[in-house]
């Protein structure tokens, strides 16, 4: 749960990197609760909780994205391949869960080697 709180206490932040570990559990966090607001609107007849979670994460949600991109050394513009049909998801699937780069890039040092804080 400490993963998912992390990344909505840097809200928009979408410089440095982001460890798969930080972003996997953020998105299983948001899928699960998805789920049960989906679910609770079922029950009550309107989607509307669901809808206002889906906006509330919604910058969030990229920032992570964009952090974890410059893990593995590219760009938080490599998003945009998401829009290309077919293999666009895929190709940013697999840049997602790749390895983070060891050194220190551009964007910053490892996150794996950071002290915690």
């Not at 079922?42 to 920032?63: E, F, G, R």
């Amino acid at each position: 749960m400490n993963w998912y709180l992390d990344v909505l206490k840097n809200y928009a932040g979408f410089s440095g990197r982001a460890r798969r570990k930080e972003y996997w559990m953020f998105a299983l966090f948001n899928f699960i609760i998805a789920v049960v607001l989906t679910v609770l609107g079922m029950a009550i007849d309107t989607q509307i909780p669901y809808y206002l979670y889906l906006a509330a994460v919604l910058v969030p949600s990229l920032a992570v994205m964009v952090r974890r991109l410059h893990d593995t050394g590219r760009s938080g513009w490599w998003f945009f391949i998401s829009f290309v049909p077919l293999v666009g998801a895929i190709v940013l699937l697999v840049f997602l869960a790749s390895e983070g780069k060891p050194e220190t890039n551009q964007h910053g040092a490892n996150p794996k080697l950071a002290p915690a804080v």
